[in-house]
């Protein structure tokens, strides 16, 4: 049934299904994945998406919303999204720096400099610098840009918005540097993520 085809699954799983089919193509970085008439998810959370889809698919994208605000879930994710989140990646349980990673996320498209970070978490701009990296792994800078990547990539992915609107609103301002941003990450331009992505969401006729 999947032979030749593009899927998705968990990502714990994704290296197994790979072996063990290798006449299919894996996605293992896809919440869903449509390949003409069939769609597969990557997991429980990820179905509801995928769920969601069909309902848009099959009755329009209205109906869809009120059956995620009955659902209490977020309208929608598009199935190009992640499995991984930057927030979650960078977050870590009872971490002090949690309030002002929420409060940058709300933020993503203004000045985050190390200067306004450490005021907000009332820190010299040294200290904070030292201490965000021991405890997330990374510099505030590339926190930063991994955040805005993924909110870059789901609004290249899940409309039409001018690219040059999504570089303003995420904080990459120019286009070009935020196109360098998405090759250095994904391999691939805002331009051809979005081609892929409507191209994964275009009926197929069988």
Do not use: C, N
Not at 78 to 94: H, I, K, N, Y
Request: net charge positive; proline share 6%; glycine share 8%.
């Amino acid at each position: 049934m999947l032979d030749g085809r593009r899927v998705t699954t968990h990502w714990a799983r994704a290296a197994e299904l790979a072996r063990a089919y290798p006449s299919i193509r894996v996605e293992p970085d896809r919440i869903y994945v449509r390949d003409g008439e069939v769609w597969t998810s990557a997991g429980i959370s990820a179905g509801i998406d995928l769920a969601l889809a069909l309902v848009a698919e099959d009755l329009g994208t209205e109906v869809a919303k009120r059956a995620a605000q009955q659902l209490v879930v977020y309208h929608r994710r598009p199935g190009g999204q992640s499995q991984f989140s930057a927030l979650l990646e960078v977050d870590r349980p009872d971490s002090r720096f949690s309030p002002l990673l929420a409060w940058v996320r709300e933020r993503l498209g203004e000045r985050l400099t190390v200067e306004r970070l450490a005021d907000r978490a009332a820190m010299s701009p040294r200290h904070f610098a030292r201490a965000f990296s021991a405890e997330t792994g990374m510099t505030p800078a590339k926190a930063i840009e991994r955040m805005r990547l993924e909110a870059a990539r789901e609004r290249v992915e899940s409309g039409a918005e001018p690219i040059e609107g999504v570089a303003m609103r995420t904080g990459f301002g120019d286009p070009e540097r935020m196109r360098r941003a998405f090759i250095r990450a994904f391999g691939q331009p805002p331009q051809a993520l979005r081609r892929a992505a409507k191209l994964g969401a275009a009926p197929t006729t069988i």
